[in-house]
């Protein structure tokens, strides 16, 4: 297959930045689609070209498949990547590019539409020997579907839109009739966010850990960069991920990751992508939930521990290398933090604060790294995530990370609208958070005892 020499970034933010980075660092020419809300974005500032793609609003952006290859074909794209949200997993999209003799930086559309689908998902994981979360098998036809499913697994359990993500279309119920009207609920929340009003049903393990393997597929073989701890979560939503998980002993991890990789052969995977398990700590079994086929937000801290530039492996393998890396060479060393800093006021229930970042002072010095999309004199738009930056330590042991993030935190100074930096500051006080005891409920009972 010929270099790629022309790459259109579909995104915006820090990961159309970060993407734009890595592509120039090959050498080829990297080229931004800005919506009229993102004319100053810093992505636009760094990129060799950059090309308007509609208004401010997503939906006549980001996420208007016909705008971006449009914009393709004007700039002369031989690829297009999507980077993570909006398009990145549009099955829809992807084929677009590819049949417009553009290279697509991720899977195959057929491996999207496998592994996005969750429900599909899990029947491909079943099939590959990995461990699933009991639960439905396929979809559910209606409420008295999911009661009896729910009576045979056990309660409580989850309901869960087989075509989203994001902590939407997800409702816990612990009876009967909970069951029934988190299946309405659901059902309703997963057709308005995605479209699509399937439904599955699985076990709810109380107190469980987010466990998620980085691999990385060139379509015949593939390799794993461990595992990432992805509990603290806000409504399900990830805020503060470590790598490696250091509850893991080092028998379960290798099985973990194995089983990872296993999954990621069985369906001829091409690029970066994350393969998601749940851990029930008192049990020490673990469950695949998901695979997304997609860069994550917090492949950095993996970046970190593996020393590895995942964006230009990514690259490299959807142009036709082969795979960049052999497993018997990929190695982790230390622990790495990531938070995320996000434009909202903790103070006031996370409220958006969009506006102008009067001035910004990112931390410096050993084992600090910073993801963002923000300058001093940026005016954050109101159309999107609030997602600002990350905020990424490394240091040799958990510990020492922790205490490379307090001081990381304390030196950074952003004056302006209210972020989620004195949040961060308050969770690394607390002792659970500290002695690593946490799960993916832990910050809303936090809350619930305040």
């Not at 995104?11 to 009229?36: F, H, K, L, P």
């Not at 006031?348 to 001093?376: E, K, M």
């Not at 990350?390 to 950074?412: D, F, M, N, P, Y």
Request: charge should be negative.
């Amino acid at each position: 297959m010929a270099r790629i020499e022309r790459l259109l970034v579909a995104n915006r933010g820090e990961i159309a930045v970060r993407v734009i980075r890595a592509a120039q660092e090959m050498g080829i020419v990297a080229i931004a689609a800005y919506s009229d809300a993102d004319e100053s974005s810093l992505a636009v500032l760094l990129a060799d070209e950059a090309i308007n793609i509609g208004g401010a609003h997503a939906k006549k952006s980001y996420l208007n498949p016909e705008a971006l290859l449009a914009a393709a074909r004007t700039v002369n794209a031989d690829a297009v990547h999507p980077g993570y949200g909006f398009l990145s997993e549009n099955a829809d999209f992807a084929r677009a590019v590819t049949d417009a003799g553009m290279v697509w930086i991720g899977p195959a559309a057929a491996t999207i539409s496998r592994m996005g689908h969750k429900a599909e998902a899990i029947a491909t994981a079943r099939s590959a020997g990995v461990p699933v979360v009991p639960g439905s098998d396929g979809l559910l036809t209606d409420a008295d579907d999911a009661v009896a499913c729910a009576r045979r697994i056990g309660y409580p359990v989850l309901l869960k839109a087989a075509a989203g993500g994001g902590g939407r279309g997800i409702r816990i119920a612990g009876s009967d009739d909970e069951v029934a009207q988190a299946f309405a609920e659901a059902r309703q929340e997963a057709e308005a966010a995605f479209g699509d009003a399937g439904i599955y049903l699985e076990k709810f393990i109380a107190r469980a850990r987010h466990i998620e393997v980085q691999v990385l597929g060139d379509g015949t073989d593939a390799v794993h960069f461990f595992e990432r701890d992805c509990s603290l979560q806000r409504r399900r939503q990830k805020v503060w991920e470590e790598a490696p998980a250091a509850i893991l002993d080092e028998a379960t991890r290798t099985a973990l990751c194995t089983s990872a990789v296993a999954l990621t052969r069985s369906v001829g995977y091409v690029g970066a992508g994350t393969i998601e398990y749940l851990y029930d700590p008192d049990t020490g079994e673990y469950y695949f939930i998901e695979m997304n086929t997609r860069i994550q937000v917090e492949h950095p801290i993996t970046e970190e521990i593996c020393g590895v530039d995942l964006i230009r492996a990514m690259i490299t393998v959807c142009q036709g290398d082969p795979l960049p890396y052999r497993q018997d060479r990929i190695h982790r060393r230390g622990h790495a933090i990531e938070v995320r800093i996000n434009a909202e006021d903790p103070a006031a229930g996370f409220r958006p604060s969009p506006g102008t970042i009067d001035n910004v002072d990112w931390a410096q010095g050993p084992g600090v790294r910073v993801d963002s999309l923000v300058y001093s004199g940026y005016r954050i738009p109101p159309f999107y995530d609030s997602m600002i930056g990350k905020l990424i330590v490394w240091a040799e042991t958990r510990e020492q990370a922790l205490a490379r993030l307090a001081r990381a935190l304390r030196e950074t100074e952003l004056v302006g609208p209210a972020t989620t930096l004195p949040f961060f500051e308050e969770l690394l006080a607390e002792d659970d958070v500290r002695n690593n005891e946490l799960h993916t409920t832990w910050i809303e009972q936090r809350t619930e005892t305040r």
